[in-house]
C-alpha cells in the first residue's frame, strides 16, 4: 500500500515574503492608477459642476478617516482576512457600478473605491508588520514601489484615453485587476496575521488606540511625515496643472510630468542602495529639505513660469525617496501588539491630507496666487526636517553585525586568561 501525503506545502504554508507584499502592491496600483484621471474626468462630465465635485470629494474624505479609524474596531468581529477581502470586493463592485455610467453610479464608484482603497491599506499594513522583519522594511517598501511602477506611469494617461475611446473601459480593466489582487491574496493564504495576546487587553475601540498613539511621540513623528509629504503630492498632481494652465503652459502639461514622475519609481533599488549607505535619518532629512527648498524657490520664481515647473518637477523625485524612507520611522516603532490599530492611524495620513491641503489652499488663494501653495508646501516640509532630525541616527540600522575577530595580542591575552 502506498501512503498518501498532502504536499508540504498545502499542509504548512511558506512565511509570505517582500516579493509577495509587492505583487499584491502591483495589483492594487492597476487597479487605482487607472482611474485616478478617470473618475474626475467622468464625475465633471456626468454633473457638470466643479463646485459639485469638490464638496463630493471633500465628504468623501471625511467618511474615509472615519472608517479607517473604525477598521481595527471592526476587526474585532470580523476577521482580517474577510476585511482585506471586502476591500478588495469593493473595488470590484464600486468599477462595476460605475461601468453603468449614471451620475449617481459613478459617485457610488468613486464612494466604494475610496473605502476599499482605505481598508485594503489598513490591513496590508497590518500583515507587512506580521510578517517582515524590521529590518527589511525598508526593502519591502522600495520593492513595493518598484513593482506599482508601471501602473502609476502607464495608467493615468492610459485610463483617460480609453475612457475616450470606450467609457467602461477603465472601470473593466481596475475591477479585473482587484479581482486579481483577490486572488492572489488567497494564493499568499496571509490568513489572519500573527495573533499576539496580552494579558487583561483592553477593549479596542478607536478613542482607546489614538489615546495610546498621542502617547508615543514617534509614532506622531512618523504620521506626521506621512501627512506633510502628502500634501507635498497634492500641491504637485493637483495645482501644479492648474498653474501650468494659468499661465499659459498647456493643459496637458501637469499629467505628462505626473507620469515621468511615476517612472522614477522603476529607480526605487537605486535609492534604497543610496539610503542603505546612510541612515534613515539622514534620508528623510534630505528629501525634506530638498522639497522645502525647491518648493519654496519654485513659489518665488512664479513670474517665470517654466522655471517654477522646473523646479517643481525637481522636488517630485524627492517626494519619492520620501514615499520610501519617511514611513519607516513609523512603522519600526509600532508595538507587535497593536499592529492593527496604529495601522489604522497610520492610514488616516491619507484623508488627512486630503482635507487639509484642499482648506489650506482655498484660505490661501482668498489673498494670494496659486504659488502661495508651493511655498506652503515648502514650509511644511521644512518642519518636517526639524522633527525628522530628533530620530535615533542609527534608525533602520541592522543591530546584529559580525563580531569582529580578534587581533594577536587579545587572542594571547585571552589564551593566558
Known sequence: MFERRIPEWLRHAPAPSVRGF?????????????????FPVAMYDALQDA???????????????????????????????????IGAMGFVIGSGLATLGSPEMIVLGLVLNSLATVVTFVCFNAYVLDYIARIELGKCETLRMFYSALGWTVGPMLGVLLWEWWRPAPFVISGVAAAAMLGAFIFLRLGNGKQITRAQRAPV???????????????????LF????SCGWWAYVVYLPIFAVENGLGDTLGGTLLSVTNAALFGSPLMLRWMQKHSVRSSVQTGFMACACLFCTASLVSSAPTATVGLLF??????????????????????????TEMSAVYSSYRDVSGILTPGAAWLILLS???????ATAGVASLLAWGIAGRLHPRLGENRMKPVKPLQKEQRILFHET
Open 226 to 229: 506621512a501627512v506633510i509629504r
Open 205 to 223: 475601540n478607536p478613542l482607546a488606540f489614538l489615546g495610546r498613539f498621542l502617547r508615543q511621540p514617534r509614532l506622531i513623528a512618523g504620521w
Open 314 to 339: 525637481i522636488g517630485s523625485f524627492f517626494l519619492i525617496l520620501l514615499d520610501i524612507c519617511a514611513g519607516l520611522p513609523f512603522l519600526m516603532a509600532v508595538k507587535p501588539s497593536e499592529r
Open 51 to 85: 463646485a459639485l465635485i469638490s464638496s463630493i470629494y471633500f465628504a468623501i474624505g471625511i467618511i474615509s478617516l472615519l472608517i479607517g479609524l473604525l477598521v481595527p474596531f471592526l476587526n474585532r468581529w470580523i476577521a482580517r482576512r474577510w476585511m482585506y477581502g
Open 368 to 374: 494670494a496666487p496659486i504659488s502661495g501653495i508651493f
Open 22 to 38: 509587492a505583487t499584491l502592491a502591483a495589483f492594487e496600483a492597476v487597479a487605482r492608477g487607472i482611474l485616478i484621471s478617470v
